[in-house]
């Protein structure tokens, strides 16, 4: 048996009035996952636990079997564990964005322009974070560069008492001030941010971007902050060999801590412009040797916080062209396979942020189809068969063992 899952980041929502009161999933033309829809099982989990902050490190925990409320110490140890940060116990780390604010005199009265910098390179923001590790480094923090504006900093003998550092990717377009933590303990990540405007907006990759339109990456913003991490190993848990296959840091840092493999696909870059071919090519290639493969795709996410409603539906559909389309015809070899397609969380475009609703799910077993109706898989089609799956982590061993 195969398995493999097709991870579309943040690909449900609410209705979108710019899609005439439809959701993305609604609206897509997807012909080969509703295809695989209706010969297979439809409902909703529900991969973020109340409580629980719905992001990405949380639900793809979730939808990957691990019980968040037992693993989960903090999305920015996963991702540095992926760039190779090597981290202590008593360490405490950041994700160290690289973000557009506005111009005002006063940094707390700045706007959250860009939480990306104008999706600024990963070349391009790798001088910068060495610039802020020159800037600011020492023998209590240093700063770890990683991929586009995703980066690392570590605190050694750091708190996690910081009252809220809000994720900067939650309040674009929002001025920072009612977002930025007033515990004591946080006050020296403050000072580093606000420093970083001053210097940052004279660095030679800033003043080039401006040059040529584009936005800089004019200060650094710290959240997400955890500890060292620890998974149970993945094959150990389910008795299968696996891959994640993603461009984001945080996904491949999960792999590494699950025992599993993360290769590397040229041209993936999380957004809509990514190489879905070879993602594709990529998954089934890794299938020769492997049981179990998941792929993430990022693209969805990154639309929604965008407020980007056509652009999401456009992901959607290349997706199924590109993805889909490729691994369903490979997969036929096998003597049986099963192919679960979900998002991780929903990132609404009218909120521009992750929510923690359900989602959500299909499985496809290739000897098992049958047909239920369903021509159009989406949130009310999916909500309509009534099968609901409470707790999310428990869907991989649904998956894999039923």
Known sequence: MKYIVVLYDGMADYPVPALNGKTPMELAEKP?????????EVGLVKTVAAGLKPGSDIANMSVLGYNPKECYTGRSPLEAVSIGVNMLDSDIIFRCNLVTLSDEEKYEDKTMVDYSAGDISTEEAAE???????HF??????????VAYRHCLVW??????????????????????????????????LAMMKESYAFLMEHPVNKKRMAEG?????????????????????????GVDGSIISAVDLLKGIAKCAGMDAP?????TGYIDTNFDGKAECAIKELENKDFVYIHIEAPDECGHRNEPENKVKSIEIIDEKVLAKLIPALEKYDDYKVMVLPDHPTPIVTMTHA???????????????????????????????????????????????
């Not at 910068?128 to 020159?134: G, T």
């Not at 480094?137 to 990683?146: C, E, M, P």
């Not at 590397?264 to 993936?268: L, W």
């Open 128 to 134: 910068i974070i060495k610039s802020v590790q020159e």
């Open 137 to 146: 480094g020492n023998d209590i923090f240093a700063f770890y560069s990683g």
């Open 264 to 268: 590397e696909v040229e041209g993936a």
């Open 356 to 402: 923690g609703d359900a989602v959500p799910f299909m499985i496809y077993q290739k000897s098992k189809a049958k047909d239920n109706g369903i021509e159009n898989f989406n949130e009310n089609t999916a909500k309509n068969t009534g099968n609901y799956i409470e707790v999310g982590y428990s869907l991989m061993d649904k998956f894999i063992n039923e």
């Open 32 to 40: 080969m996952l509703d295809k695989l829809a209706r010969y297979g």
């Open 156 to 189: 050694h003998n750091g708190t996690l008492d910081l009252g809220s550092m809000t994720p900067p990717h939650d309040i674009s377009g929002r001025v920072i001030v009612e977002y930025l933590s007033k515990s004591e303990n946080a006050t020296a990540l």
């Open 214 to 238: 584009k936005r800089p990456a004019n200060s650094i913003w710290l959240w997400g902050e955890g500890t060292k991490p620890a998974l149970p190993d993945f094959k150990a848990k389910y």
